[in-house]
């Protein structure tokens, strides 16, 4: 894959439809054809977290990231390739799925006004593989595709190199050093509500050790985090289902979602591809929101969970930059 490839797209789609069982109505409609689009490509991690990739024995990469390369500027070109040594089995993945496709490109176009942000994403329905340890072959039987993006306000240390990777730990859902049911049980200072160790980021942890790979319960206190959250030291989080819901949060101590009330979300398949449409509000009003501003870059990552799957079992992007009529891979352009 190259870097980027701009190109105008044909289909157009009015973003005023978000107002349909939204709490944010997004007003204007954008006319998408001359809107240009960024291509990337979404590929299958496996079980490649944060700690893996800052580990040399397992990332032969990690020196160049330490030193502050963007995992972008390296692996852009790699992506496809990087999908099929993990979707099989040959890296960093102990659970391959047989059919599951190891990467498919995303299209993106962005705009911006006043008052929101608009994306238009654009991917390849999936072959609808079979999941063989999960029952009928469907980790979330509710949701063929869901469609997430993560953004970062430049307060999380590593997420400018790395995007959504300095979330994503061993010690999660079905990673190599997951903690089991009773320790999980056991532990203080975090919710364990879900039974399963979500996404965090490292500055919510009194340690962030690469080596044993088991900060889960090294939670800061409570004053920490909300200090945190305050001073913008999360990843904001936006997620559409394909059941039809819209939701945001974010991710600190624990991935924190809720019904979306400054953010929209439609989706629908056009002929052999899905395409989604969100909006958000440049200022959001709810904890854990990134204030966007034109003339600045922020950067996104985006995941998709296609033919029912669930977890860690997504395609995801590199580290992207956004720009609002600023430098970035995907380019936001100003309405008028």
Same mark, same amino acid.
């Given at each position: 894959?190259?870097?980027?490839?701009?190109?105008?797209?044909?289909?157009?789609?009015?973003?005023?439809?978000?107002?349909?069982?939204?709490?944010?109505?997004?007003?204007?409609?954008?006319?998408?054809?001359?809107?240009?689009?960024?291509?990337?490509?979404?590929?299958?991690?496996?079980?490649?977290?944060?700690?893996?990739?800052?580990?040399?024995?397992?990332?032969?990469?990690?020196?160049?990231?330490?030193?502050?390369?963007?995992?972008?500027?390296?692996?852009?070109?790699?992506?496809?390739?990087?999908?099929?040594?993990?979707?099989?089995?040959?890296?960093?993945?102990?659970?391959?799925?047989?059919?599951?496709?190891?990467?498919?490109? +995303?299209?993106?176009?962005?705009?911006?006004?006043?008052? #929101?942000?608009?994306?238009?994403?654009?991917?390849?329905?999936?072959?609808?593989?079979?999941?063989?340890?999960?029952?009928?072959?469907?980790?979330?039987?509710? #949701? =063929?595709?869901?469609?997430?993006?993560?953004?970062? $306000?430049?307060?999380?240390?590593?997420?400018?190199?790395?995007?959504?990777?300095?979330?994503?730990?061993?010690?999660?859902?079905?990673?190599?050093?997951?903690?089991?049911?009773?320790? +999980?049980?056991?532990?203080?200072?975090?919710?364990?509500?879900?039974?399963?160790?979500?996404?965090?980021?490292?500055?919510?942890?009194?340690?962030?050790?690469?080596?044993?790979?088991?900060?889960?319960?090294?939670?800061?206190?409570?004053?920490?985090?909300?200090?945190? +959250?305050?001073?913008?030291?999360?990843?904001?989080?936006?997620?559409?289902?394909?059941?039809?819901?819209?939701?945001?949060?974010?991710?600190?101590? =624990?991935?924190?979602?809720?019904?979306?009330?400054?953010?929209?979300?439609? $989706?629908?398949?056009?002929?052999? #591809?899905?395409? %989604?449409?969100?909006?958000?509000?440049?200022?959001? $009003?709810?904890?854990?929101?990134?204030?966007?501003?034109?003339?600045?870059?922020?950067? %996104?990552?985006?995941?998709?969970?296609?033919?029912?799957? #669930?977890?860690?079992?997504?395609?995801?992007?590199?580290?992207?930059?956004?720009? +609002?009529?600023? =430098?970035?891979?995907?380019?936001?352009?100003?309405?008028?």
């Amino acid at each position: 894959m190259g870097k980027f490839a701009f190109h105008a797209a044909a289909a157009a789609f009015a973003v005023s439809t978000l107002a349909a069982g939204a709490a944010h109505a997004a007003p204007k409609a954008v006319g998408w054809d001359s809107v240009p689009a960024s291509e990337t490509i979404l590929f299958y991690p496996g079980q490649t977290s944060m700690e893996w990739i800052l580990t040399g024995s397992d990332h032969g990469g990690g020196r160049a990231f330490k030193k502050g390369d963007r995992c972008f500027e390296c692996h852009s070109q790699e992506a496809q390739d990087m999908g099929t040594k993990m979707v099989t089995g040959a890296k960093a993945e102990k659970t391959p799925i047989a059919g599951k496709r190891p990467a498919f490109p +995303l299209k993106v176009k962005a705009a911006y006004d006043a008052e #929101n942000v608009y994306l238009r994403l654009e991917f390849p329905a999936g072959s609808h593989a079979d999941v063989p340890f999960a029952k009928g072959g469907k980790l979330d039987p509710d #949701n =063929e595709v869901k469609v997430a993006m993560m953004i970062d $306000g430049g307060k999380v240390d590593m997420a400018a190199r790395s995007g959504c990777w300095t979330s994503c730990h061993s010690d999660a859902r079905d990673m190599p050093t997951a903690p089991a049911a009773a320790q +999980l049980g056991a532990a203080k200072g975090i919710d364990t509500k879900a039974g399963y160790v979500t996404k965090y980021v490292p500055e919510s942890r009194t340690q962030f050790d690469t080596s044993k790979r088991d900060n889960w319960d090294k939670v800061k206190p409570q004053a920490d985090l909300d200090a945190l +959250l305050k001073g913008g030291g999360f990843l904001e989080l936006l997620r559409w289902k394909s059941s039809g819901a819209a939701e945001q949060g974010y991710v600190l101590a =624990e991935r924190v979602l809720k019904p979306a009330t400054d953010f929209a979300a439609v $989706g629908k398949k056009e002929g052999a #591809n899905w395409v %989604v449409i969100m909006s958000r509000k440049l200022k959001g $009003g709810q904890p854990g929101s990134v204030t966007l501003e034109p003339g600045k870059s922020y950067t %996104v990552g985006f995941a998709v969970h296609d033919d029912f799957a #669930n977890g860690r079992f997504h395609h995801v992007s590199l580290d992207l930059k956004l720009g +609002l009529d600023a =430098e970035g891979e995907i380019k936001a352009v100003k309405l008028p």
